[in-house]
């Protein structure tokens, strides 16, 4: 896990935890509705989560970090003879 996936995990867990103990009255905050939107934020953070844990599994990091991991491709012109020109098959 990247350091941009735990973050957004910790992010989730903690908007959830606040969020329901205001959603639940545990938290008495009188007449501050803006609070109230906590809950779906933590549900937000766990998508994105979600989202980037996906990505790191299917290799969809930065392309500077590619090149340096995958070996290069040798390609099939390497291991075909050539081919000459004007001919037809």
Do not use: R
Request: glycine share 10%.
């Amino acid at each position: 896990m990247t350091k941009l996936a735990k973050i957004l995990l910790g992010l989730s867990i903690v908007c959830t935890v606040v969020g329901a103990a205001i959603n639940l009255d545990w938290v008495h905050l009188g007449d501050i509705t803006g609070f109230y939107a906590i809950l779906p934020l933590g549900a937000v953070f766990f998508g994105l989560f979600l989202i980037v844990l996906i990505l790191e599994d299917k290799g969809m990091t930065n392309p500077e970090d590619q090149h340096l991991s995958a070996p290069a491709s040798e390609g099939p012109a390497k291991h075909l003879p050539p081919h000459p020109v004007g001919s037809q098959h």
